[in-house]
């Protein structure tokens, strides 16, 4: 069974950055569609960038600008570095299949303080 391990997360103040990286157990990277999500307590994950296998990226309007989603297939690895962060983008952040068809992993709580 394939595990998605995200680690990276931490408290940060407004403005800075943080890189979230996501290890794979297997080799699963290279043919899939990977993405990043992040949940806020009581409210449903949402998607926040993914990366086809070929590399396009895609990023919705509250991110974009500021978050950028790599892949090092060769790693079973994908990233996600963030800048300009905001208080709003607080949450627990996870990586998973653009479909969510993976286990998915504990996650990594981002704080970001104003």
């Known amino acids: 069974q394939v595990q998605l391990v995200e680690s990276g997360g931490g408290l940060v103040q407004a403005g800075g950055p943080l890189r979230l990286p996501c290890a794979a157990s297997?080799?699963?990277?290279?043919?899939?569609?990977m993405a990043w999500y992040r949940q806020t307590p009581g409210n449903q994950r949402e998607l926040v960038a993914f990366?086809?296998?070929?590399?396009?990226?895609y990023y919705p309007d509250s991110v974009k600008g500021r978050f950028t989603i790599t892949r090092d297939n060769a790693k079973n690895t994908m990233y996600l570095q963030m800048n300009s962060l905001k208080p709003g983008d607080t949450a627990v952040y996870y990586c998973?299949?653009?479909?969510?068809?993976?286990?998915w992993g504990q996650g990594t709580q981002v704080t970001v303080s104003s």
């Open positions: 990366i086809s296998s070929g590399g396009n990226t």
């Open positions: 297997g080799s699963i990277f290279s043919d899939k569609a």
């Open positions: 998973n299949t653009l479909t969510g068809k993976l286990t």
